[in-house]
């Protein structure tokens, strides 16, 4: 069976992007991106770290009392936000969607950093695997899983620097739909590619 209607496949919940704007929680995600950047770029004094851990833990106890489930807290779902407001994102932006694909622009920072400044390995992954779910989602088609992600790495990723980022259908089979994308850089330099399979679910597979 390749049906895909909400609500009939094991209980996978019908997320949909936030229908309005965020940017109290976009100022939030930012600050969070920027600690992120910070925790791994700094050597304060050791007190400081327990200062810094203590007004963490306060900002987690303000906001811990309002948890809502996947379907309703905004993080990960506001497409006008960099990385969509969640903060395990890196900051980039949908800038063109339809029939030939998602087209995605950003950046990545310190908190992405591998070695040498260049993005960690890891990293990349993680990206693709979201901008695959982009193109799927974009092409209605849902509930899916991945099936698998390769990557190949054919330069240096850089931090701090604009990149751009191309996924698309490249073809389908029964519910194997397969995608293809590339990362370059501003000046059209390759840097990585990347294929995988998206599997579409069957009613019992949540």
Not at 16 to 39: I, S, T, Y
Not at 102 to 120: K, L, Q, Y
Not at 127 to 144: K, R
Not at 167 to 182: C, D, L, M, P, W
């Amino acid at each position: 069976m390749t049906d895909t209607a909400s609500g009939t496949h094991g209980g996978f919940p019908d997320i949909k992007p936030v229908d309005k704007p965020h940017p109290e929680l976009g100022e939030f995600v930012a600050a969070l991106r920027r600690l992120q950047d910070l925790a791994v770029s700094t050597n304060p004094d050791p007190a400081l770290w327990v200062s810094a851990a203590r007004l963490v833990k306060d900002a987690c106890a303000l906001i811990e009392c309002h948890q809502a489930p996947e379907t309703e807290a905004p993080g990960g779902r506001v497409l006008d936000l960099p990385g969509l407001g969640h903060p395990l994102l890196p900051p980039w932006m949908i800038t063109e969607s339809g029939p030939d694909g998602v087209t995605m622009e950003g950046h990545f920072s310190r908190s992405h950093v591998g070695g040498n400044n260049a993005v960690h390995g890891g990293m990349i992954p993680l990206f693709y695997d979201w901008l695959f779910g982009m193109v799927v989602s974009t092409a209605e088609i849902h509930p899916i899983r991945t099936g698998y992600l390769h990557v190949d790495y054919r330069a240096i990723t850089p931090i701090d620097e604009p990149l751009v980022a191309h996924g698309r259908i490249s073809h389908e089979e029964g519910r194997k739909v397969f995608i293809a994308a590339t990362m370059t850089s501003a000046d059209g330099t390759l840097l990585t590619e990347a294929n995988g399979l998206m599997v579409r679910l069957l009613p019992h597979q949540p």
